[in-house]
């Protein structure tokens, strides 16, 4: 006995043995199967390969805004001399300002720039020499 002897067959009105169709049938369905998944795979791998380059174009932007902040950074210049810490032509318009309003900018400059809370403070400790800078660290990191 052979595998055409295990295959279904029909019997038609004139009773002759007809092979079934199911062979045929499930052959066009792997086929169709196949190429679907086929299909799926070569969709995949388009949607992938976009993912790729909107992820490239992503990480290409946010280095180039980081080159942009630090060059604004460095142009505001968060970081002042002691000497210069009693003035600044852009307080009040008078050109006199206190310690605390110049060590208050600094601080928002710093925040501005990525510093945290602590090293705000240790700054404001060392440079300016203020002991309590709470309310300046909290004007400084409200929002």
């Known amino acids: 006995m052979d595998a055409h002897d295990l295959t279904p067959t029909t019997i038609d009105p004139r009773g002759e043995e007809h092979s079934s169709d ?4 499930r052959g066009e369905a792997l086929a169709y199967l ?3 998944r086929r299909r799926v795979n070569e969709v995949a791998g388009d949607r992938l390969r976009e993912l790729a380059e909107l992820s490239k174009d992503l990480s290409d932007w ?3 805004t980081n080159r942009q902040l630090d060059l604004l950074a460095t142009e505001l210049d968060p970081t002042p001399h002691p000497a210069d810490a009693g003035t600044t032509s852009g307080l009040g318009g008078g050109g006199e300002t206190s310690a605390a309003d110049a060590a208050h900018l600094v601080a928002m400059q710093m925040a501005v720039r990525g510093a945290d809370r602590e090293e705000v403070d240790r700054y404001l400790r060392e440079v300016f020499e203020i002991e309590e800078t709470s309310g300046i660290l909290d004007r400084a990191f409200a929002g």
């Open 22 to 25: 199911r062979d045929s049938d």
């Open 34 to 36: 196949h190429e679907c």
């Open 62 to 64: 946010v280095q180039e």
